[in-house]
């Protein structure tokens, strides 16, 4: 479909709106792999960033996993820093006026063990203005479930995401595991919930082992893979889930460039998010948004809401 | 202040079995370098090695815009980098870290590197003889052909020991060995960097004389600046708090540090 360009500006339009989280462009940097933003400020403006989605943070400071923490795969890497973090007190008092002072779009990313744990965080966030939107990672392990992750089970998606919308009126974004067999029925019970967007995929869970000390490499054995490696289950997930559920979504998963960008908006991605993208190019937000931009002129698509789901049959 | 740029290269040269030098042009980057920082390669356009290998600064000419890096071939990346040619451009990120401590005041320093780890003591000993120090530097290798930075070490005009595991130069013997015939009221400062166990001696000999000392260490890096947390260690293990190797070091105070021996 072609359309003139909008606001008489050549500029095609690329704001996005998701979920009430307006962004001026629709690409993100993903939650672990960017820090507060500020480690990155020597490479990129992140003031220009669609949305920095800060490091997982939880009620109370967390140490974090033992070392090693990461393991290179091919064409992606695993994880497992166990949610280190200064804690939600920190991030609000000393984080988040830098970042609003700089006029970032924050997004913040909360994690828990408990319900409660995330109503409390939840609750905590009243009273802070600057944070544009709360990503939540229901890649935890609920304590009192017997450690099963939330993110599994539609029940609990579906309690986790009411006790957050009932404690806090910013836009809710539930951050879908991959390691489910149903990703159609966790997103309707995370829509059931109340949620405002879905942000897809986190990461998929996997190990290394070291041949030589016949041990896992990983010192938490099991870590989330990441990058490219993880694209087209990442991409099929988003497929799946755009054609059933009418939620906008944040879509990530393995991008590199433009045309991985392109790939997720096609499938239904109202906005993408960069992880591990960013430690191989810090400057690939700018280069996506740009390539994108020059994408939109040449085909004359005047908004980027009508590429979205274009790959949907 | 770091950059991420294009750098070219200028040589890629084998030194010895396994040892390059690889020198590019990164002028922008070469005005901020400091001893004991490092820089982050991309070796691969592909996505297949994905991540970025970290290498410290093994020498820089601010005049020229051009920095050297010594790397050892260990596995699929730094294969990859021996491939490099002249002219070719490279994507490079850096410097990264924190360095070196430089001195205040002209001092005696003893410079202790095993194998590879000597690289970034190399550039440490060009800013200390600037900054008119006595330099002396300890230099350990498993074989003669392997102690590649020998000449580079004489013609900045350092004092240099040589030791090796086989024998082939120098003493033969672990480097550290040289150490009990150093005076240590004619010693300031130690800095060392190479295999822990060896660093480990080094520390050893800081604390019972008193002195004070720095090491550079290694873990695996993703980012590089200290976002992803991947690159997180215990400096001694009762610490509470990891510390980031890529934000908080590489370099550290000797004594802060409990070695690791099998590294
Ligand atoms: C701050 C710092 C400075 C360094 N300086 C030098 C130097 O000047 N010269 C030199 O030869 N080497 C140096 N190293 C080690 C160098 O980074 C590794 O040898 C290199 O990354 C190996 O890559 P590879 O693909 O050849 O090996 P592979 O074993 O195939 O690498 C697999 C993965 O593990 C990582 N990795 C493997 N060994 C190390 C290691 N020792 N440290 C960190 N990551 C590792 C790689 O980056 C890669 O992600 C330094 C490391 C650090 C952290
Ligand atoms: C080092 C690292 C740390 C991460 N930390 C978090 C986190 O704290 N919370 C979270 O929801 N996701 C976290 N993630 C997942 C990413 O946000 C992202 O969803 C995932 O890596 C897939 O995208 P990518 O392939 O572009 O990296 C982390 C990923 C990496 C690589
Ligand atoms: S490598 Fe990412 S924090 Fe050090």
């Known amino acids: 479909m072609k359309k003139e360009y909008g606001q008489g500006t050549g500029q095609p339009d690329i704001s996005v709106n998701l979920g009430g989280l307006s962004m001026k462009n629709p690409v993100a940097v993903a939650s672990g792999t960017f820090g507060y933003g500020f480690e990155y400020e020597d490479f990129i403006d992140i003031s220009g960033i669609g949305g ?35 804690g939600v007190d920190v991030f609000l008092n000393e984080y988040l006026p830098v970042l609003r002072e700089k ?5 913040l990313n909360i994690a828990g063990n408990t319900v409660e744990e995330y109503a409390r965080l939840a609750a905590k966030l009243k009273g802070h203005p600057g944070i544009a939107g709360v990503e939540l990672n229901i890649s935890c392990p609920n304590v009192k479930e017997g450690g099963l992750q939330f993110g599994t089970d539609p029940v609990m998606v579906k309690t986790v995401v009411e006790a957050i919308k009932a404690e806090c009126s910013l836009p809710i974004i539930p951050k879908l595991s991959p390691n489910v067999t149903d990703i159609v029925a966790i997103a309707q019970a995370a829509q059931e919930g109340g949620a405002d967007a879905l942000a897809m995929i986190n990461t998929l869970m996997g190990m290394a082992v070291d041949i030589r000390t016949k041990r896992p490499v990983l ?34 998963g393995g991008i590199m460039n433009f045309t991985d960008a392109l790939e997720f908006i096609l499938v239904g991605a109202s906005a993408v998010s960069i992880g591990t993208g960013n430690f191989v190019n810090p400057c690939l937000a700018d280069e996506i948004v740009d390539g994108l931009i020059e994408y939109m002129q040449e085909n004359q698509i005047a908004k980027l809401t009508d590429l979205v789901g274009a790959a949907a049959v | ?30 005005l901020k370098c400091h001893p004991g920082k490092f820089m982050q390669i ?4 592909q996505d297949d090695p994905l991540l970025r290998r970290p290498l410290s600064l093994y020498d820089v000419d601010v005049d020229s815009g051009s920095i ?83 000449d580079r070490f004489s013609r900045l005009g350092v004092e240099l020991e040589v030791a090796t595991l086989d024998g082939s130069a120098g003493y033969h013997g672990p480097v550290t060995d040289l150490l009990k015939d150093q ?16 660093m480990a001696e080094v520390a050893e000999y800081v604390a019972c004389n008193y002195l004070w000392g720095e090491c550079s260490l290694e873990e695996h890096m993703a980012c590089g600046v200290g976002a992803c947390l991947g690159c997180a260690r215990k400096l001694k293990p009762a610490d509470v708090d990891y510390v980031k190797i890529c934000k908080d070091g590489p370099v550290f105070n000797v004594q802060a540090v409990e070695f690791m021996m099998g590294r």
């Not at chain 1, 997982?56 to 949610?83: D, F, V, W």
């Not at chain 1, 099991?222 to 944040?250: H, T």
């Not at chain 2, 950059?3 to 084998?14: H, S």
Request: proline share 9%; with cysteine; aromatic share 8%.
């Open chain 1, 103 to 107: 006029g970032v779009t924050v997004i």
């Open chain 1, 219 to 252: 010192g938490n054995v099991f870590g989330g893979l990441s990058g490219p490696a993880i694209k087209p289950v990442a991409l099929r997930m988003i497929y799946q889930v755009y054609r059933e559920i009418d939620l906008p979504i944040l879509g990530g």
């Open chain 2, 183 to 198: 005076d240590p009221h004619e010693v300031d400062s130690f800095y060392t960097c190479g295999p822990e166990m060896m």
């Open chain 2, 42 to 45: 991309r070796v691969s356009e």
């Open chain 1, 52 to 86: 920095v989605i800060v490091k997982g943070t939880t009620l109370e400071p967390r140490p974090g996993n033992p070392p090693p923490r990461i393991a290179e795969t091919p064409a992606g890497m695993l994880n497992a820093i166990g949610l280190e973090n200064p």
């Open chain 2, 68 to 150: 050297s890096l010594l790397y050892k071939v260990v596995g699929q990346g730094t294969r990859i980098m021996t491939s490099f040619k002249p002219d070719d451009t490279i994507d490079v990120m850096g410097p990264l870290g924190n360095g070196f401590t430089m001195p205040n005041y002209p001092l005696n320093a003893i410079l202790v590197g095993g194998g590879v780890g000597i690289a970034p003591l190399m550039y440490l000993a060009r800013w200390l003889i600037l900054l008119d120090c006595q330099v002396k530097v300890l230099y350990g290798a498993n074989t003669a052909g392997e102690l590649v930075a020998s």
């Open chain 2, 1 to 30: 202040m770091s950059f991420l740029a294009k750098g070219r290269v200028l040589k890629n040269q084998q030194l010895a079995d396994d040892l390059y030098e690889l020198e590019f042009l990164a002028p922008q980057i070469a």
